[in-house]
Each structure stands twice: as structure tokens, then as C-alpha cells.
T-cell receptor, first 116, second 112 residues
Framework: NAGVTQTPKFRVLKTGQSMTLLCAQDMNHEYMYWYRQDPGMGLRLIHY???????AKGEVPDGYNVSRLKKQNFLLGLESAAPSQTSVYFC???????????????FGNGTRLTVT | RKEVEQDPGPFNVPEGATVAFNCTYSNSASQSFFWYRQDCRKEPKLLMS???SGNEDGRFTAQLNRASQYISLLIRDSKLSDSATYLC?????????????FGAGTQVVVTP
């Protein structure tokens, strides 16, 4: 009954360091997403994937890379962390996401990242 | 103009009262609408989908007004546990895939 699991839950990085956030879902969803949430701005889409082996840029992709080598996993990488990337990161998955209809999102618990 | 806009609040509501708030969207082709609830420092959770004819789930009622391009959420008989931020989510059709656009949220504070 895990749903969407994110690791780690918290992380502090120094500017220039790199890290990978892992997202795993056990609902056999095709679509997976990475969002960041900053105060007063709502959730913004970083990257998304419509299936295993596919990735695409969202609203704020700069400074991030992603990979979806397995259907159940979606990795978010920060190659050279910057203070502007201090945020709460949420992974989500959904059953479908056609051009005119999207099914609801299921979220992970979030990762709180601080870059100093 | 933002694609999805919400009044940030806070809406301070006495326990037992009714509160309602709206969310406006800019894309007339949007077809999917949702309300999510987010507690402080937690992940958003689906509260309810919003259907064309309006729908109710217990004390919560969601309405869609396509002509004026907004959705609404009404909470009756507010409980202290209803204190949260309510996120409006609207799909924005694109040529290849529909993205889900989040509003910044409306904060509701239910007081004893």
C-alpha cells in the first residue's frame, strides 16, 4: 500500500554539489512528474514522463535532469546545486494524461532541499 | 494573466459555518478540474474531482461554471480539521499532452 515513495525526505547541499532524488510508485502508472513548491507560487512542473524511457521538460526545467529507465521509478538530478533550488520537491504519478483529460495525481511525501 | 488563479485568503471561518471560494482559469478548452487539499508541510491530496454537473462529497460541494471559467468549492459545517490550503488544479490542453496547472492555493482557517 505504498503508493508514491520519495527519498530522501530532507537534504542540505552546498552550492555546486550534486544529488539525485528518487521517486518510486507501485500503482503501475504510466505518467510521472516532478514538481517544486515555493511559498506563494504553487506547484510548478519541472519535468515529466509519459512512459518508461521517455522524459519531457515542464515549466521550470533548467538546472535539473531526469531519467525514467524503469516504469516504476523517476529520478530527478541536480548537477550543480544553486541556492535558487532551495525548495520542496514533490514527485507524483497518474494513470493517464491525454491532451484534453488528465486523471488525478498521486503525490509522494516530498523532499525538503536546502542549498547553502 | 495566470492560467489558474485563486484568492490566497486566509478565510477565517468559525467552526460550524459555511465557507466558499472560487478558482478562475484562462483556457476555455480545459476539461479536467480538481480540488486538492494540502496540510502544512505535507503533500497535496485529492479532495475531489469537479464534474460539469457539479458534485458533492459529504460536506464538500464543487461546482463548475464554464461560461465564466471558474470552479468553486463550498464547505458546510466546517470542522477544525478542515483547516488547510485548498489547491485548484486545471488541465491545460496542449498539442501533445495536457498538463495540470496548479493554483497557488486558498488558505482556510477554522476557529473554535
Amino acid at each position: 500500500n505504498a503508493g508514491v515513495t520519495q527519498t530522501p525526505k530532507f537534504r542540505v547541499l552546498k552550492t555546486g554539489q550534486s544529488m539525485t532524488l528518487l521517486c518510486a510508485q507501485d500503482m503501475n502508472h504510466e505518467y510521472m512528474y516532478w514538481y517544486r513548491q515555493d511559498p506563494g507560487m504553487g506547484l510548478r512542473l519541472i519535468h515529466y514522463s509519459v512512459g518508461e524511457g521517455t522524459t519531457a521538460k515542464g515549466e521550470v526545467p533548467d538546472g535539473y535532469n531526469v531519467s525514467r529507465l524503469k516504469k516504476q521509478n523517476f529520478l530527478l538530478g541536480l548537477e550543480s546545486a544553486a541556492p535558487s533550488q532551495t525548495s520542496v520537491y514533490f514527485c507524483a504519478s497518474s494513470y493517464s494524461g491525454g491532451s484534453s483529460y488528465n486523471s488525478p495525481l498521486h503525490f509522494g511525501n516530498g523532499t525538503r532541499l536546502t542549498v547553502t | 494573466r495566470k492560467e489558474v488563479e485563486q484568492d490566497p485568503g486566509p478565510f477565517n471561518v468559525p467552526e460550524g459555518a459555511t465557507v466558499a471560494f472560487n478558482c478562475t482559469y484562462s483556457n476555455s478548452a480545459s476539461q479536467s478540474f480538481f480540488w486538492y487539499r494540502q496540510d502544512c508541510r505535507k503533500e497535496p491530496k485529492l479532495l475531489m474531482s469537479v464534474y460539469s454537473s457539479g458534485n458533492e462529497d459529504g460536506r464538500f460541494t464543487a461546482q463548475l461554471n464554464r461560461a465564466s471559467q471558474y470552479i468553486s468549492l463550498l464547505i458546510r459545517d466546517s470542522k477544525l480539521s478542515d483547516s488547510a490550503t485548498y489547491l485548484c488544479v486545471v488541465n491545460i490542453p496542449t498539442d501533445s499532452w495536457g498538463k495540470l496547472q496548479f493554483g497557488a492555493g486558498t488558505q482556510v482557517v477554522v476557529t473554535p
